[in-house]
C-alpha cells in the first residue's frame, strides 16, 4: 500500500522522509510547480531569493537531525552564530541581547542587556523569566497582559518583548498567547546557549531542504508529483480510501497525510469533519539591493519604533542585498510597494546611517497568509494528528505541538504524524 501525502511544504517532506525511512512506499502530491510551499525559492531577475526571510535557531532540534538525516551538512548551509542582537530604536539607544562576552551563558546576556539598557533592564527581564512557570499553569492571557502584570518597563516593550513576540509568533502582543510566548522564551533562552544561536541559511531556501529532501525520498523508492492539487478526499464508512485530483484521476490509498495549512486543510475536509480555523496572518519582506561590498555591522539586527522590524543582511548569497521583516497586520499593508520601499529605505538609513539613503533596486514580497495567529488559547483549538476518520492523519505547522508556527514546528509535526500513523499501519 502506498501512503499518499498531501502537501509538499516542510511538513509534508518530512512526513515523506519519515514514512521511506520506516520502509514504507509514498507518493507526495503539491499543487504548486514547486515544493517548499511558505519556505520556497521565489526568482528576482538573476538572483533566486526567498518567498519571505526566516530564521532558524539552534533550538530548532528536530529540523537540523532531518536535514542531516537526509545527508545535508548543515553547518555548511546556515551561517550559525551565538545569538547577539541589537536592536535599534529611534528614541532609545540599542539594547544588546547578546551571548558574547568573556562571561559564561547566561551572566553573558545580563552583562550585554545591562550595557545597553542598564541594571533595572536585567532584573525586569529575569522577573519576566522567573515568572514563565507560574504563568504556564494558569489560564492563558495575552502577552500585553503578561507584561502589565509582571511591570515591565515601557522601553523593554517596545524595544525588546514586543519585536521578540513580533518575530517569533507574527501576532501583536495585544492579542498574543502569554503561553506561547512563554514557551518561546523557555526553549530558546532558557536551554543553554547553543539552543539560543542563529541560523541564517546561506542559501535560498528552496536549495537549502525542499530540493535536497525530493532527491532523497526519490532516490528511496518515493513519488512526487507537482502540479497536481487533492481536489477532494474519498471517504466510506468512517474510512479514508482515496482522493481525487484536479484532473479528475483518483488515487486509492487507505492512509493519507493532509499537510497543508489549516484553511487548505479545511477545504478538503469540510465535507467530513470540522477543523478549527485560526486568523492567518501576513508577513511581508522588503529585498533591497545595494552597491555590492555594503554590509552590516551584524548579520541581522532588530528595528523599533519604525515600520521595518528586523534588517538582515544576505551578501554571503549575494552581494549587497538585504531582507527587512514586517511581521503581523500593519500600516505598511496600505502602502504601495514604492511607497514602501522608499520608506524602509529611509528607515534603515536613519537608524544605520552608513547605509545608503536609496538602495539600487528593491522588491516586495507580500504573504498575506503566512502564518497561523498566536492568539491567546490557541493551544486549545489546534487538532491532533490522528482524526476520527480512519487512515486520515494531519500533519501542517498549525497541528498541536506548543510552537508557533515554524520550520521546526512543521518538521516536528510532519515527523511524528508520520511515525504515528506506520505504528498503526502496522
Ligand atoms: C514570509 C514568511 C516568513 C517566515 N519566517 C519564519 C521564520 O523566520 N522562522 C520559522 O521557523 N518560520 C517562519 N515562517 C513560517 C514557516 O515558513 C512555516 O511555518 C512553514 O513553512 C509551514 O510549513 P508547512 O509544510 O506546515 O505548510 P506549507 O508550507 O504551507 O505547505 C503546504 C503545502 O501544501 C500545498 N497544498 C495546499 N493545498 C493542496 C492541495 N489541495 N493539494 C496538493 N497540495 C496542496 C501548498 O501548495 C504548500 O506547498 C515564515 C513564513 C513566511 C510565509
Known amino acids: 500500500m502506498t501512503i499518499l501525502i498531501v502537501g509538499g511544504g516542510w511538513s509534508g517532506l518530512a512526513a515523506a522522509i519519515t514514512c521511506v525511512q520506516q520502509g514504507q512506499a509514498v507518493h507526495l502530491i503539491e499543487s504548486a510547480k514547486q515544493l517548499g510551499g511558505r519556505a520556497r525559492n521565489v526568482p528576482w531577475g538573476d538572483d533566486t531569493i526567498d518567498n519571505g526571510q526566516h530564521l532558524m535557531i539552534g533550538a530548532y532540534e528536530r529540523m537540523l537531525a532531518v536535514m542531516q538525516s537526509i545527508g545535508i ?8 552564530q551565538a545569538m547577539d542582537l541589537t536592536i535599534h530604536d529611534t528614541e532609545y539607544s540599542p539594547l544588546r541581547l547578546s551571548s558574547k562576552a568573556y562571561l559564561p551563558w547566561p551572566l553573558s546576556l545580563a552583562w550585554n542587556l545591562a550595557s545597553s539598557a542598564g541594571i533595572s533592564a536585567v532584573r525586569q527581564v529575569a522577573k519576566l523569566q522567573s515568572d514563565i512557570k507560574r504563568v504556564l499553569t494558569e489560564e492563558d492571557i495575552s502577552v500585553s497582559d503578561w507584561l502589565l502584570l509582571t511591570k515591565q518597563p515601557q522601553r523593554l516593550v517596545r524595544q525588546l518583548w514586543e519585536p521578540l513576540c513580533l518575530a517569533t509568533l507574527n501576532t501583536p502582543i ?50 512526487i508529483s507537482l502540479g497536481t492539487r487533492a481536489k477532494a478526499l474519498l471517504v466510506e464508512d468512517e474510512k479514508v480510501t482515496g482522493l481525487v485530483t484536479d484532473d479528475g484521476s483518483q488515487l486509492a490509498s487507505d492512509a493519507i497525510i493532509v499537510a497543508t495549512t489549516a484553511s487548505q486543510s479545511d477545504a478538503l475536509l469540510s465535507p467530513h469533519m470540522k477543523v478549527h480555523l485560526p486568523i492567518e496572518y501576513p508577513i511581508c519582506t522588503v ?120 520550520l521546526e514546528g512543521a518538521i516536528r509535526n510532519g515527523e511524528n504524524c508520520a511515525k504515528r500513523m506506520v505504528a498503526d499501519l502496522k
Open 287 to 406: 529585498y533591497l539591493q545595494y552597491a555590492a561590498g555594503i554590509r552590516l555591522k551584524a548579520p541581522m539586527l532588530g528595528m523599533s519604533g519604525t515600520i521595518s522590524q528586523w534588517i538582515f543582511d544576505r551578501s554571503e548569497q549575494t552581494p549587497g542585498l538585504m531582507a527587512v521583516v514586517i511581521s503581523a497586520p500593519g500600516r505598511h499593508e496600505k502602502m504601495t510597494k514604492k511607497e514602501l520601499i522608499s520608506c524602509v529605505c529611509k528607515e534603515v538609513h536613519q537608524l544605520f546611517p552608513v547605509m545608503p539613503k536609496q538602495a539600487e533596486q528593491g522588491f516586495v514580497i507580500r504573504e498575506k497568509r503566512a502564518t497561523f495567529a498566536c492568539t491567546v488559547d490557541i493551544e486549545k483549538q489546534r487538532p491532533s494528528h490522528q482524526t476520527d476518520i480512519a487512515g486520515l492523519w494531519l500533519a501542517g505547522d498549525y497541528v498541536a505541538n506548543n510552537y508557533p508556527a515554524t
Open 73 to 80: 551538512d548543515t553547518t555548511a548551509v546556515f551561517q550559525r
Open 174 to 223: 495585544a492579542e498574543a498567547s502569554a503561553h506561547l510566548l512563554a514557551i518561546v522564551l523557555r526553549d530558546s533562552l532558557g536551554k543553554g546557549k547553543s539552543a539560543a544561536d542563529t541560523l541564517i541559511p546561506s542559501q535560498p531556501l528552496g536549495d537549502l531542504f525542499p530540493q535536497m529532501a525530493a532527491k532523497y525520498i526519490q532516490q528511496q523508492g518515493g513519488k
